[in-house]
């Protein structure tokens, strides 16, 4: 009992936290679960047959390893038919998948087997549980009430709330709960501790960081806690005899195969966070140029998502700095986290997530330090001023709720037409038919809802598969997309990579031998596919296909959408200007901007087109679904010359080498690649 009133000196007031830490947390719960209940409110819109919508598109990733996991082909380098066409590799390189991946297996027993339902009941319940660990910590360095405004900014900054709302099965829901769970175990440490009683910290330390590899596959994390433990246990004057024995068995409970891993996930990490590493002599676009999580936005952007509020921000900084100066040893334990969030600040996006409890936290520093202040001049008990700064770090969030995610609706990330689409070419199509996409993105989706093989994918991307594959839909000639499929079809890419860096092939040959291929496709269940989302991925997926290997930098090019309202004597008027169909020009208000033709377009092709005698301009496409205007585009010369423009949005796909078997225009378009060889030839 004595040292349980050492650890809660007062039980009563801790007792308060406690609950109100669990009213959070039932808020953070609530929230998201209150979503999922809204979708199935509105089924039509958020499932379609036994699919039920993401919000992102890792989800069906993590969906699919899990129905693996229990049909028992995963791992052990067996490949899927579905993943990284047409060489085909392991779906899980490694023989234990993420732990997510377990989760999912286990939560559907609770579901009816629905593996939709139970990545989503994992949303709710995993999201908000880095709040008692964040409580336990500071609870220890005397601001534990400070976690309820840690928690509820935490929870609710669009920083984190986007990265683990109602539909983001995703590793992100855990990514925050480890590192400073860890760091809970690594605080205790000290010389006034038993060898033994540290021994159990750091054995729990590494059993957690096990975990966490297991969850995130990212042991770097396990070397730079290993450091600052060592930091802690320094200045805590632990003697050496004790540290020399507490970092190894640290490093043992993390698990021997990942220490021996931590290398090669550092190269990882620079390879996909830093710059791609050329094969031979041929340098590749950097995909996170594309990737919008990984790009760098502003200060004032990423101070957004944060909180809206900034006076909440400034005062959640003031509270950090506050802490490093007061608690400065106490602080090493948690100091890994918020340098990583920290640099996010001027890195990629998607790593500001880990900052935003310590932002909250800081500001309810402020908080406790002021009310604590007031309380003892006007003899305030504890209790009370607990109380009362709890009170407050509430009333303040709710106040600011509007600058955060708190009343944010989410939406799926595959609207249910295309999933119905999907399932659709699924029943039409062989299984595993290959799909041939313009970008990455949908690989995911593609692999679980319909199990089409893909050439690319959320995993599999960049490079030498993405860049190829860009290069074929920016082509104006299709006969070039043919070329490269006829040599992945006889080759792969695999057999290219590794000829490009023995022969040290330059891009000038590589790019002959794969767009001049001179063999016959003789591929069986090859398909381009087109969905809807992927007009608006046209600006990245340019920035592949217009690379240029020798000054090693593209430049994009893209469709410009109009809104226009009315159309009265050939002459339509939009919100940026008109569009004189009889002259063959449009107008922005302040000069005429030639067309080269106007081009009426529905249900997939061309039923107008009105050529102009403008040597130069534009095109103005007309997109139109059963006689209604879907939406208006205009393209320069080469964007409208391209296979992805001609195949997909006007229905000009060459008939020798592609038939339609599939057409919901807009929504999805289907071409199966024919086969030229001799054999099809004589059938």
């Not at 308060?16 to 039509?44: E, K, P």
Request: aromatic letters at 14%.
């Amino acid at each position: 009992m004595n040292k349980i009133h050492s650890l809660f000196p007062n039980n009563r007031t801790v007792l308060l936290i406690f609950i109100s830490i669990l009213v959070v947390y039932g808020l953070s719960w609530y929230i998201r679960q209150a979503d999922y209940w809204y979708w199935m409110d509105n089924r039509q819109d958020y499932v379609v047959e036994d699919v039920t919508a993401m919000t992102t598109l890792d989800a069906y990733y993590w969906l699919k390893m899990a129905r693996e996991l229990d049909r028992g082909t995963l791992g052990r380098g067996m490949p899927d038919p579905t993943k990284g066409y047409p060489d085909l590799v392991p779906l899980a390189i490694k023989d234990t998948p993420s732990l997510l991946a377990k989760f999912i297996s286990i939560a559907k027993n609770f579901t009816s087997g629905d593996y939709y339902r139970a990545g989503l009941m994992l949303v709710a319940i995993l999201s908000g549980l880095f709040i008692f660990p964040l409580f336990y910590y500071f609870n220890r360095l005397g601001f534990g009430a400070s976690a309820v405004l840690g928690g509820l900014v935490g929870t609710f900054s669009h920083a984190y709330y986007d990265r683990t709302m109602m539909g983001r099965v995703d590793t992100d829901l855990l990514n925050t709960f480890f590192p400073i769970a860890a760091a809970c175990f690594i605080l205790p440490m000290s010389k006034e501790k038993t060898l033994r009683a540290n021994l159990g910290l750091a054995i729990g330390a590494g059993l957690t960081m096990y975990l966490f590899t297991r969850w995130y596959q990212v042991p770097i994390f396990i070397s730079v806690y290993l450091f600052f433990m060592a930091l802690h246990l320094l200045f805590g004057r632990v003697p050496w005899k004790h540290i020399v024995l507490l970092l190894p068995v640290y490093l043992l409970m993390s698990g021997p195969d990942h220490v021996l891993q931590i290398m090669e996930s550092l190269r990882t990490f620079l390879k996909a966070y830093v710059s791609p590493p050329p094969t031979g002599q041929i340098a590749w676009p950097n995909i996170l140029q594309t990737v919008a999580e990984a790009q760098t936005r502003s200060i004032t952007m990423k101070l957004n998502m944060l909180h809206g509020f900034w006076p909440i921000v400034f005062a959640g900084f003031a509270g950090l700095v506050y802490l490093y100066i007061r608690r400065f040893r106490q602080m090493i334990p948690i100091t890994p986290v918020i340098i990583l969030s920290v640099w996010a600040m001027t890195g990629p996006s998607r790593f500001v997530m880990y900052l935003s409890p310590f932002i909250g936290l800081g500001a309810g520093v402020m908080i406790e330090l002021l009310i604590n202040y007031v309380g003892k001049k006007i003899r305030l008990q504890p209790l009370l001023v607990s109380l009362l700064s709890i009170t407050i770090m509430f009333a303040l969030f709710f106040s600011t709720a509007r600058y955060t995610s708190f009343y944010q609706h989410t939406a799926p990330t595959i609207p249910a037409d295309t999933t119905k689409a999907l399932l659709d070419i699924k029943r039409i199509v062989p299984k595993h038919s290959a799909m041939f996409t313009p970008f990455w993105e949908y690989g995911y989706a593609l692999m679980e809802i319909g199990e089409f093989a893909t050439y690319h994918d959320g995993g599999l991307h960049g490079g030498m598969r993405t860049t190829l594959t860009a290069k074929a839909m920016t082509s104006t000639k299709q006969e070039e997309m043919v070329s490269l499929l006829s040599y992945l079809e006889d080759n792969g890419f695999r057999h290219l990579n590794s000829l490009i860096g023995k022969e040290n092939v330059s891009s000038d040959k590589m790019m002959e031998m794969v767009f001049s291929y001179p063999g016959s496709f003789r591929g069986e269940n090859v398909y381009v596919l087109y969905l809807e989302k992927m007009i608006w991925k046209f600006s990245p997926m340019s920035y592949f296909g217009n690379w240029d290997f020798d000054k090693k930098k593209s430049e994009r090019f893209d469709y410009v959408e109009l809104h226009c309202f009315s159309l009265a004597n050939d002459v339509m008027t939009c919100s940026d200007g008109t569009i004189n169909l009889k002259g063959g020009f449009m107008n922005d208000g302040t000069r005429d901007i030639p067309l080269r033709a106007a081009l009426f377009v529905n249900d997939g092709y061309v039923v107008d087109q009105r050529n102009y005698q403008n040597d130069e301009g534009y095109y103005l496409q007309v997109l139109m679904k059963k006689g209604k205007v879907y939406i208006i585009l205009v393209a320069d010369e080469l964007l409208y010359r391209t296979n992805f423009n001609q195949q997909y949005l006007l229905g000009n796909y060459d008939r020798r080498y592609f038939e339609e078997v599939y057409n919901n225009f807009p929504v999805a378009r289907v071409l199966k690649v024919k086969r030229t060889d001799a054999e099809a030839e004589s059938q």
